[in-house]
């Protein structure tokens, strides 16, 4: 069984449209997060929720928005993609007390 | 603030060569630290964590307080240990914040 999913895997799409990100753990994890790879595969922390709670944001355009259904869903929305947006984007997630965080196998944006 | 710092990009091995991946953090808290390994095409992982004391596929790490530094370590290198490695940072208690690094790609030549 899968413990953190993300679709689509792959995702080409033209400047200027509105996509998402799904993320999903079953893990019964209470923190989850989203990871922003960028081409030379520099790892940077975007968001981060706690039990639907938004814990950590960092300094990401507004046109970014995290949105979390419940607990075990976390998803990305991003509006009028840029071309700088192109990356592979990570979901985890960890249990409270963070003992190991568990990645999603990444979803490749390409905006052309 | 948090900072992880891995000094190389890229790190080339003959196989069969010791191998030590550089990692430096500031935290004025108790910090956790962790080495996270990325094979090509497939998801990031956990290799290990300094609080396990543990070796994975050869790999140890220890934390030094003093030199703030938690450096990746292999006495042999093996082909298949080619992959990114990313070295990250934990806050101890509360909500944490995960800071990585920006990745070590290492190379092993055959």
């Known amino acids: 069984d899968t413990a953190v999913s993300q679709t689509p895997k792959y995702l080409v799409t033209q400047m200027g449209n509105d996509k998402s990100i799904k993320c999903e753990q079953n893990?019964?994890?209470?923190?989850m997060y989203w990871y922003k790879q960028d081409s030379k595969k520099f790892l940077k922390i975007m968001f981060s929720y706690n039990n639907k709670e938004l814990i950590i944001n960092e300094t990401v355009p507004n046109r970014f928005s995290p949105k979390s259904p419940d607990k075990a869903h976390l998803n990305l929305h991003i509006n009028s993609l840029e071309l700088g947006d192109s990356a592979v984007y990570f979901c985890?997630?960890?249990?409270?007390?963070?003992?190991?965080?568990?990645f999603g196998q990444g979803t490749r944006l390409t905006v052309v | 603030a948090q900072r992880v710092t891995q000094p190389e990009k890229l790190l080339s091995v003959f196989k069969g060569a010791p191998v030590e991946l550089k990692c430096n953090y500031s935290?004025?808290?108790?910090?956790?630290l962790f080495w996270y390994v990325q094979y090509s095409r497939q998801r990031l992982q956990l290799l290990l964590r300094h609080i396990s004391r543990e070796s994975i596929k050869g790999f140890t790490a220890d934390l030094n307080k003093g030199e703030t530094s938690f450096h990746l370590k292999k006495p042999f290198a093996q082909e298949e240990d080619s992959a990114m490695y990313y070295c990250a940072l934990s806050e101890s208690g509360g909500y944490q914040k995960v800071t990585f690094g920006t990745g070590t790609k290492l190379q092993v030549i055959p």
């Open positions: 985890a997630s960890s249990p409270l007390g963070f003992t190991e965080a568990f």
């Open positions: 893990l019964g994890h209470d923190t």
């Open positions: 935290y004025s808290g108790s910090p956790e």
